[in-house]
């Protein structure tokens, strides 16, 4: 229900645009997010944005270099990552929360999509 591209190689300092596409439901009442998991590592969020898109939460390790946005005629949610950095590899995954919270708790997210792969070289 939720699917996410946008993934792919990149080099140290350059973009990539993550989408998560909807189907078989919308997905406009929920809060929607952003985590990521490197290789050996637990699961951490990255962004979240409200139903509306009027209130967005970043985690630190990415503020001013990520923006979450979305475009609910759509059912699709963007990540535009900036600046990126090697430590930004990762599998990317989009989720919803289906009361409309900003939170980085895993465990609050109803609904995951299968993710998106990226590599940043150094």
């Known amino acids: 229900q939720l699917q996410a591209s946008g993934g792919g190689l990149v080099q140290a300092g350059g973009s990539l645009r993550l989408s998560c596409a909807a189907s078989?439901?919308?997905?406009?009442?929920?809060?929607m997010g952003w985590f990521r998991q490197a290789p050996g590592k637990e699961r951490e969020f990255v962004a979240a944005?409200?139903?509306?898109?009027?209130?967005?939460y970043y985690a630190e390790s990415v503020k001013g270099r990520f923006t979450i946005s979305r475009d609910n005629a759509k059912n699709t949610v963007y990540l535009q990552m900036n600046s990126l950095k090697p430590e930004d590899t990762a599998v990317y995954y989009c989720?919803?929360?289906?009361?409309?919270?900003?939170?980085?708790?895993?465990?609050?997210?109803?609904?995951w999509g299968q993710g998106t792969e990226v590599t940043v070289s150094s």
């Open positions: 078989g439901r919308t997905f406009s009442s929920y809060a």
């Open positions: 944005i409200s139903w509306s898109g009027g209130s967005t």
């Open positions: 989720a919803a929360e289906p009361n409309n919270i900003l939170t980085s708790r895993v465990s609050m997210y109803d609904y």
